[in-house]
């Protein structure tokens, strides 16, 4: 069988997550489309068309087989990867279940991964050290650890260290190469990606790989994208003090979740900086940084300080480019010309939004 994913004119609804991937890359429940599909379908040729913003990325990540596209069963981007969608796929159902908007993706991933995560661990990748606590190679636990598998399995990658007088209480997918500080707290449907600092306390969260949370503050709720850095303290809100249903907005238009616990989304590259309090709900887009409080979306490339006397302004592309060099090569990265491009051009896209927003800004 051969499988041709396509991105349709819905994917922008999904920025900033999309503004920086396909949406076939998006983890949710612990893995992208793209991977469940070459796990449960290891024999099918995989081909994708998506847009020309995310194409160098996309296929420095992702191969890209040739099919022929008039034969090839057709699969929507935005596709959950679920195991309910793999079997409307084989044809056992009908339909697909899709993302349409960046605070689904918390939605979907608290859904599907305990799910998820039991299909993952009985693959046999991992040897099974205590009951429901699974690990891959070269994997180093300091006691003392409590692990509570009892409402889902711990699952460890390749070369993570946990640090001692740690909780983690599934069910957990923590990446490889990951470092899980002392005292933290991760519970409760939580993806780490991987090559990930986290310390402090992450619950039904998906944080994606390169990103750290090195101190201490409370992470739930949230989509965090790659190369972020929230800084110490940093805290972000999942619950209303009236304990009613969580909206968000998608431009000018307001979207009742009808969810109770939902936290925020914050695009590739952005930073908080120390005590940062993110409101419900809310979404950050690419390379912004944040400072104080923070109960508005914010586009992309803004410095935002709205309450600390200072002035939200552009956070300018050059300056863009230099952060991301000096942060690549903290992890022997190296900084390449596509990178720098597509910085550029989210620079642009975003340029009519990113104005609106700081001309309104003025004038409050």
């Known amino acids: 069988m051969d499988i041709l994913l396509y991105e349709d004119e819905h994917v922008v609804d999904l920025y900033p997550i999309t ?6 890359a998006i983890p949710v429940g612990g893995i992208t489309l793209y991977e469940m599909l070459r796990r449960t379908f290891p024999e099918a040729k995989i081909s994708y068309r998506v847009r020309d913003l995310v194409r160098a990325h996309t296929q420095r990540q992702f191969p890209n087989r040739d099919v022929d596209e008039s034969t090839a069963l057709q699969v929507n981007a935005r596709a959950v990867p679920s195991l309910a969608n793999m079997r409307r796929i084989s044809g056992e159902e009908d339909g697909l279940e ?3 908007y960046p605070h689904e993706t918390i939605i979907w991933h608290k859904r599907i991964c305990p799910e998820n995560f039991d299909h993952f661990k009985s693959d046999g990748a991992y040897q099974e050290i205590e009951k429901g606590v699974y690990v891959g190679k070269n994997v180093t636990i300091h006691a003392p650890v409590a692990f509570d598998c009892s409402p889902g ?3 460890i990658e390749d070369e993570t260290e946990i640090f001692p007088f740690s909780c983690i209480e599934g069910p957990v997918l923590i990446g490889k190469q990951c470092k899980i500080m002392s005292h933290s707290t991760i519970h409760d449907r939580v993806h780490i990606g991987d090559v990930c600092k986290i310390r402090g306390e992450v619950t039904e969260s998906v944080v994606m790989p390169f990103s750290n949370k090195q101190h201490y503050g409370f992470l739930g709720n949230a989509f965090v994208g790659e190369w972020v850095n929230l800084g110490a303290g940093t805290c972000n809100s999942d619950l209303k003090n009236t304990y009613g249903d969580i909206s968000v907005k998608m431009g000018n238009t307001k979207i009742e979740t ?3 616990f939902l936290g925020c989304v914050i695009g590739d590259f952005s930073k908080t900086a120390i005590n940062t309090s993110i409101f419900t709900g809310k979404s950050i887009g690419v390379n912004s940084f944040l400072y104080g409080i923070v109960d508005e979306d914010i586009p992309s490339f803004v410095n935002h300080m709205k309450y600390l006397g ?9 300056k863009a480019i230099d952060t991301q060099r000096r942060m690549f090569a903290r992890r022997n990265k190296t900084q390449e010309s596509d990178d720098i491009e597509i910085l550029r051009r989210i ?3 975003t340029a009519t939004e990113r104005d609106s927003f700081l001309e309104a800004y003025k004038n409050r």
């Open 19 to 24: 503004l920086t991937r396909a949406a076939f």
């Open 98 to 100: 899709l993302i349409s």
């Open 153 to 155: 399995p711990v699952i």
């Open 258 to 260: 009808g969810e109770q």
């Open 310 to 318: 200072g002035k939200s302004c552009v956070f300018y592309l050059e």
């Open 347 to 349: 620079f642009d896209l």
